[in-house]
């Protein structure tokens, strides 16, 4: 079962959440928020003085109002975090059922197998894993090829295939093997696994504050230590016109000064945010990895199975002038008959349907396989040619080499395939080039729509891929992207990533093999794919247990819409402060100060009611924007400027004018029940 954190709630969610949210009213949790902590300590000196004025009889009608709505408002603020952690409850206990069914057939060092719990394995350890067994650690299979069901995790019920010694040779714990039988070696120690993360993630008990949220809560603790300095000096500022201020009211005044409502919501946003990721089957390992996503501005895009379905197909066999198909033909199939990847399997299936006599293989021929650096494979028998196919460049290198003469047509018939979207895959035997395989691949659909919204919201997609300059050029025109990187070797994306970055760039980027690692570690937002390689995983700051590479675009919408969450409601919360300043000082001078009178815009009549009103809203309004912070802003591919101009808008002005027409609106019904 996935984790479904934007779920409706249910009673029993909500019942545990105000339990929580009590129990969170402890000093040691509120001092974790400075905001919220002057809120409680001015709710205990409150208290102090209700009970001093019931032991002493005294009127006790406002000191106990003001004590049990400052109350209320310490509690709603723990409530939106009592109530961002609830909402992934219900997923951390399924979690923990699939951890303790969990035993494993660990492989002795004599070969001998013995059952132990899984909280036994250790990294290194060998385990045997059967069909229909749960996979019981994280680890890589060293051997064999399996089908497994990730649904438990990832909610997906379609089975995927790892195998061994591949880049899809990692395993999750708590996955099921469907067929086959496999061998891993386990990569993480109990308690560190995969799952154990996901269970500690999902209740938040792993969230640490972002850098941004740090400096957004020493901000709002200065502007309360100025309030603080400011209401501190109202005593003796009214002492000299005559006035003695109730210290209840200065408490009650300083609480409505302060900012209380993004202190109170700004937990919550940061678990909601991490929720959202979540909901789109995203883990990261930090709130930090969902922030930085919201602020990259370059994403840089492997073609093959970002861009592109990564299945290209032979599609076509283009013999050179002069040159018989049935040769081009024999020698395509030559250098394709050992090869294992997709493209040299569809060489062999496009030649069976063109000739149903394939070349039979070359007794004592060794396959030469495809490498980064040669850009070729093919078969050699004793170190001499039989058939090559390659990159264009790679293979015009390659019979220079050898004293072939390059034909003039070559370049021609590669630019034709090139100019179509394909990949040209030149192909030679032992003494001439004979002509080009064809591979075609798809574009994804919807890609272009997604880097059009991307553009819109300010970020830059960049591609890169093996390809040759004008097959790159024609793909990242139809795909939409910004820019792209031609004949690009793997040591080239963490130059491209640094380059990039050293122009103040923020650079996200996606990979799924041990070879992408450098790269992951290196980019600000490095996506591993689960299906990838242990190391890979380890390397990226987040996983996408659905290993969709396009799910790099949503990992950037996703922390845009925290970032633009967090700035709304910190707008709307600190504009509220400006409107109560303005509506509270006026009604409280204004009896005993006759000139001050003018400025009391919305004529609140009593001071003391005044206070008890604004009192209600500033407790109301946490509650109020809790759906908000968990649900989020919705944000629409439009720029930042205009983005900017939008919250000012709507949360700023909408903060500014909310509280002087909610006050009066309160107090009128406080003065009608008192009258």
């Known amino acids: 079962m996935k984790p479904t954190p934007q779920a409706r709630l249910s009673l029993q969610t909500l019942r545990t959440a ?89 492989i002795a060092a004599d070969g001998s197998i013995e059952s132990v719990n899984a909280a ?58 469907l067929s086959g039988s496999i061998e891993v070696r386990v990569t993480a120690e109990s308690g560190q696994s995969f799952l154990d993360r996901m269970i500690k993630l999902v209740e938040g008990t ?78 990261a390992k930090s709130g930090k990895a969902v922030e930085v996503a919201g602020d990259i501005d370059t994403l840089l895009l492997d073609k093959t199975g970002t861009i592109t379905f990564g299945d290209r197909q032979a599609t076509a066999l283009l013999p050179l002038p002069g040159i018989a198909s049935s040769d081009l033909r024999r020698a395509a199939v030559l250098s394709s008959l050992d090869d294992p990847t997709p493209e040299g399997k569809s060489i062999v299936s496009l030649a069976r349907r063109q000739d149903e006599l394939l070349p039979e293989p070359v007794v004592g021929a060794e396959f030469v396989p ?64 004979l002509g080009v ?69 923020l650079v996200a980027m996606v990979g799924d093999g041990t070879n992408d690692a450098p790269e992951l570690a290196q980019a600000d937002v490095g996506l591993a794919m689960n299906s990838g390689t242990q190391a890979a995983k380890d390397a990226g700051n987040m996983v996408d247990l659905d290993s969709d590479p396009t799910k790099l675009l949503a990992v950037v919408e996703v922390g845009k819409q925290l970032l633009v969450t967090r700035g709304a409601l910190t707008t709307f919360s600190l504009a509220n402060d400006v409107a109560k300043y303005f509506v509270i000082i006026p009604a409280v001078f204004a009896s005993s100060l006759p000139g001050v009178n003018q400025l009391n815009l919305m004529q609140l009549p009593d001071p003391h009611i005044a206070i008890i009103a604004a009192l209600i809203f500033n407790a109301l309004i946490i509650p109020a924007l809790i759906p908000l912070a968990l649900k989020g802003v919705a944000i629409r591919p439009i720029s930042a400027t205009t983005m900017l101009r939008n919250n000012l808008l709507w949360f700023g002005v909408g903060g500014l004018l909310l509280p002087f027409a909610a006050i009066k609106l309160i107090d009128l019904c406080l003065n009608g029940v008192l009258a």
């Open 437 to 505: 395989v064809q591979l075609s691949d798809v574009i994804k659909p919807g890609v272009a729509e997604r880097f059009a919204r991307l553009r819109a919201l300010g970020v830059r997609t960049v591609m890169v891929t093996g390809d040759n300059p004008i097959t790159a050029g024609t793909i990242a025109a139809t795909a939409g992207v910004d820019d792209f990187v031609a004949e690009a070797k793997p040591e080239d994306k963490l130059a491209l990533i640094r380059s990039e970055q050293a122009k103040g760039h």
């Open 370 to 433: 495809f490498s980064a650096e040669t850009r070729l494979s093919g078969l050699a028998l004793h170190g001499q040619v039989i058939a090559y196919k390659g990159a264009a460049d790679s293979i015009r290198r390659f019979a220079t080499q050898q004293g072939y003469r390059v034909p003039e047509t070559l370049d021609a018939l590669v630019h034709k395939v090139a100019q179509q979207g394909a990949t040209p895959l030149v192909v030679c035997d032992d003494r001439r080039i």
């Open 120 to 177: 036994l394995l250790h990294a290194g350890d060998r385990i045997q894993v059967q069909a229909g067994q749960l996979i019981p650690a994280d680890g890589e299979i060293i051997r064999g090829v399996a089908s497994i069901n990730e649904s438990a995790l990832t909610g997906e019920s379609a089975p995927v295939l790892r195998e061994a010694g591949t880049d899809h040779s990692g395993v999750i714990a708590g996955t099921m093997l």
């Open 18 to 106: 105000s339990w929580d949210a009590c129990l969170k009213l402890a000093p040691q949790h509120a001092i974790k928020n400075p905001v919220m902590f002057v809120v409680w300590c001015g709710t205990v000196l409150a208290l102090c003085f209700t009970l001093q004025r019931l032991f002493t009889g005294a009127p006790v009608a406002f000191a106990l109002s003001c004590t049990l709505i400052l109350a209320f408002t310490v509690w709603f603020a723990n409530a939106a975090e009592a109530i961002a952690e609830a909402r992934g409850r219900d997923q951390a206990a399924s979690l923990k059922a699939t951890r303790k069914q969990l035993q494993a057939q660990r």
């Open 206 to 283: 792993q969230r640490q504050k972002t850098p941004n949220e740090l400096a957004l809560t020493v901000l709002l603790a200065a502007l309360t230590l100025v309030f603080l300095v400011a209401v501190a000096t109202l005593p003796a500022l009214a002492a000299f016109v005559g006035i003695q201020l109730d210290p209840l009211l200065l408490i009650a005044l300083l609480v409505c000064l302060i900012p209380t409502t993004i202190a109170g919501l700004l937990p919550a946003i940061g678990i909601a945010g991490m929720n959202r990721a979540l909901a789109a089957n995203l883990i």
